[in-house]
């Protein structure tokens, strides 16, 4: 097996060992009365100096000779270890006493506990206060029993470096000790190790599994201890569980084999929309939609070598590519919402950089809005009254607080994830009567808003809020609100993530309260709450404006919606006409009465009745058909009217005949042909209704 040494670099001073006079009075004045210790520590310090004079090439040997393992035989329970292994007391030493960096598989692989000896670390330079007062902060937090993962951390790092200040630890050790355990984790030596170190009982399980547990723990323990000095003020970078927000774009955009005059225009237009207005995620989306036009593009027109060479008929082949693909996953073309994805950055790409000028580009955009796919208007997607009230009472049931709190805020204020997420510890106060007001942060309009809040909301927030100040996290910058923000959702230091306050919180209410589907996934999402808020605003007659203030719509239209579903005019229509079985007449109305009709066009009458009154009665012609182009109401097949209309069919009669005298008088044939036509169809109505066809007092126009 192939393993790694440490070569020492030629610009690196040459190591040395501390004389045996030093090290003897260290340990002298370190273990004074116990002089087994003294003796043994000396021993292992002349055996290890003889064996190793040069230091070099100590640290030029590969590190399982340095840990005193054979890379084919692994130490056996209860071995002893050899000269080098017994000698870390001693290395220990002159690593911090001497600033001398050891490498990472050797703390990795070694145990240092011994550095937090009272009595061990004054002489080595390790401050104690230090590791206590990150101890308090980091139970302050939350941590519980995390002394050990601090200290773990804390004792590589300065050993790593050479250096025992640990207020020397800055946010580029971090980052350059994590690095270098993915890369020590990645070697083959790794395996062994980790074998050699495990419990005996875990010694026949897969050396893989071992090395990636491993790995996982000392991330997460350095993660830790970034937490707690931002926590302290001693690093000023914000930790992140993952990469962070905003660099990930940064990938590579193309393949390399692509020529640089295709993709630089790109490039230089993605940074500028991440430098100026646009959200980090936008432009990520953006850089996303890129890669897979500029990928078919050199699939397809190798022979383009600059992205101005790219015509109108390029750019329909991609049109039409993107609506006859079929997604590889799912076995479906793509949807009407991901080809507008795809195809909305380059609309905005082409027309800003022609009206810039760039002489890289096409001189003149190449797509339209028209060439946008129309997406359908949806209709908000409301929680019943009958499930909202089981999935409410499944949310006072959940145990944690955070999770209850969520879904609370989600039911009573219909803010959306992120907003709730990002609330500040100031977010709560009151109206001059006492009845709690919330203030939601920028979001996605980039507009705070206060709304008023129902108290058992407030109830949970406030627990919430009293915990964050206990906890006294660190104010972090929020990229929205374009300032440092103490948040709410904190849990030992770190703020809490989307999949634990929402959606696990809604797997288990929806599992209690029954609201799940055959395959046990749950039936509400936790946009549905705000969609619920909205309507039931509708329903209970608040106005547009209001509901736009509450929901922080951008447009009335949006806010519209609402209203439309809730008008209890439509309902009044619907209910006194439609659902009491009146009588009704017109070419649709056999469709109607038979139910032959379709559930949408069905859903689209209920909610659209009293809005498709004509002169005569209602034209049943959905949305999904357009607009009517004709004015032939009379005979079209979506026709349909009523009882109550009956005095305007005969008002309308009565003129029809004044017409078609008039027509007579002026000689016009085809005209009183026309108007006797529209008088037999109107009278038709009339009978089918069992109305008089004479006009009666209240008939007018």
């Known amino acids: 097996?192939?393993?790694?040494?440490?070569?020492?670099?030629?610009?690196?001073?040459?190591?040395?060992?501390?004389?045996?006079?030093?090290?003897?009075?260290?340990?002298?004045?370190?273990?004074?009365?116990?002089?087994?210790?003294?003796?043994?520590?000396?021993?292992?310090?002349?055996?290890?100096?003889?064996?190793?004079?040069?230091?070099?090439?100590?640290?030029?040997?590969?590190?399982?000779?340095?840990?005193?393992?054979?890379?084919?035989?692994?130490?056996?329970?209860?071995?002893?270890?050899?000269?080098?292994?017994?000698?870390?007391?001693?290395?220990?030493?002159?690593?911090?006493?001497h600033r001398l960096p050891m490498d990472a598989g050797w703390v990795l692989a070694r145990n240092f506990d011994s550095l937090f000896n009272p009595r061990v670390a004054p002489g080595l330079g390790m401050d104690l206060d230090a590791v206590d007062a990150l101890d308090r902060r980091q139970r302050q937090l939350g941590y519980r029993n995390g002394r050990t993962a601090l200290t773990w951390a804390i004792a590589r790092l300065v050993l790593w470096k050479g250096d025992p200040e640990i207020g020397a630890v800055g946010y580029e050790d971090l980052t350059a000790f994590a690095d270098e355990i993915r890369r020590w984790c990645a070697l083959p030596e790794a395996r062994i190790v980790r074998t050699a170190h495990v419990h005996r009982t875990r010694r026949n399980h897969d050396p893989s599994v071992l090395v990636t547990e491993f790995e996982k723990a000392c991330l997460t323990r350095l993660h830790v201890l970034h937490v707690l000095l931002f926590n302290t003020g001693r690093i000023a970078?914000?930790?992140?569980?993952?990469?962070?927000?905003?660099?990930?774009?940064?990938?590579?955009?193309?393949?390399?084999?692509?020529?640089?005059?295709?993709?630089?225009?790109?490039?230089?237009?993605?940074?500028?929309?991440?430098?100026?207005?646009?959200?980090?995620?936008?432009?990520?989306?953006?850089?996303?939609?890129?890669?897979?036009?500029?990928?078919?593009?050199?699939?397809?027109?190798?022979?383009?070598?600059?992205?101005?060479?790219?015509?109108?008929?390029?750019?329909?082949?991609?049109?039409?590519?993107?609506?006859?693909?079929v997604n590889e996953r799912t076995g479906r073309p793509l949807s009407a919402r991901t080809r507008y994805t795809y195809i909305s950055p380059l609309l905005q790409f082409f027309r800003e950089t022609s009206q810039w000028g760039w002489s890289d580009v096409p001189a003149r955009p190449l797509l339209g809005r028209s060439d946008m796919p129309k997406l359908p208007m949806r209709l908000p997607r409301f929680i019943p009254r009958d499930e909202l009230d089981r999935l409410m009472e499944a949310v006072e049931e959940l145990t944690d607080p955070h999770q209850r709190a969520a879904m609370l805020l989600l039911r009573w204020s219909g803010a959306r994830r992120g907003e709730i997420m990002r609330l500040a510890i100031d977010c709560l106060d009151a109206y001059p009567d006492g009845y709690p007001r919330l203030r939601i942060p920028v979001g996605k309009t980039y507009t705070e808003r206060m709304i008023p809040l129902h108290p058992q909301a407030a109830d949970a927030l406030r627990v919430l809020i009293d915990a964050a100040k206990d906890g006294n996290a660190a104010a972090r910058h929020d990229a929205w609100a374009q300032q440092a923000v103490r948040y709410v959702f904190m849990r030992r230091g770190m703020p809490m993530g989307k999949h634990f306050l929402f959606k696990d919180a809604l797997e288990i209410a929806c599992t209690k309260a029954g609201l799940v589907d055959g395959d046990g996934r749950p039936t509400v999402t936790a946009h549905r709450f705000r969609h619920t808020v909205g309507t039931q605003l509708a329903e209970g007659g608040a106005q547009i404006q209001t509901i736009m203030a509450i929901l922080g719509h951008r447009n009335a239209q949006m806010s519209a919606t609402y209203s439309h579903i809730s008008d209890p005019v439509l309902k009044e229509q619907y209910e006194r006409v439609i659902a009491a079985g009146g009588r009704i007449a017109g070419p649709a109305a056999q469709t109607l009465l038979s139910l032959t009709i379709g559930e949408d066009t069905l859903d689209w009458l209920k909610t659209n009745f009293f809005k498709s009154e004509l002169e005569l009665g209602h034209c049943l012609r959905a949305p999904a058909e357009g607009p009517c182009e004709c004015d032939l109401y009379l005979r079209c097949s979506k026709f349909l009217t009523t009882s109550e209309y009956a005095p305007r069919p005969r008002a309308r009669l009565a003129r029809e005949r004044q017409l078609a005298q008039d027509a007579v008088e002026r000689g016009w044939p085809r005209e009183v042909e026309r108007h006797h036509a529209i008088a037999d169809r109107i009278r038709g109505l009339l009978t089918d209704l069992d109305e008089s066809t004479e006009p009666g007092p209240d008939d007018h126009c």
Request: with cysteine; glycine share 4%; charged share 25%.
């Open 237 to 325: 970078q914000t930790p992140f569980r993952g990469p962070r927000t905003g660099e990930v774009w940064r990938e590579e955009l193309t393949p390399p084999d692509l020529p640089t005059p295709l993709t630089a225009p790109v490039d230089r237009w993605l940074s500028g929309r991440l430098q100026s207005t646009d959200r980090a995620t936008s432009v990520r989306h953006a850089r996303d939609a890129f890669r897979y036009f500029l990928r078919w593009l050199a699939k397809t027109h190798p022979e383009l070598a600059c992205l101005d060479e790219l015509t109108r008929t390029h750019v329909e082949g991609f049109l039409a590519h993107l609506h006859e693909h």
């Open 1 to 97: 097996m192939t393993v790694t040494a440490l070569a020492p670099t030629p610009d690196s001073p040459r190591r040395r060992h501390a004389s045996r006079e030093e090290y003897a009075a260290w340990v002298r004045a370190t273990f004074a009365g116990s002089r087994g210790t003294i003796s043994t520590r000396l021993w292992f310090y002349d055996r290890f100096v003889k064996l190793w004079p040069d230091l070099d090439e100590w640290f030029a040997a590969p590190l399982l000779t340095r840990l005193d393992l054979d890379a084919d035989t692994p130490p056996e329970p209860g071995k002893r270890y050899g000269p080098s292994h017994e000698a870390g007391s001693y290395l220990a030493y002159l690593s911090l006493t």
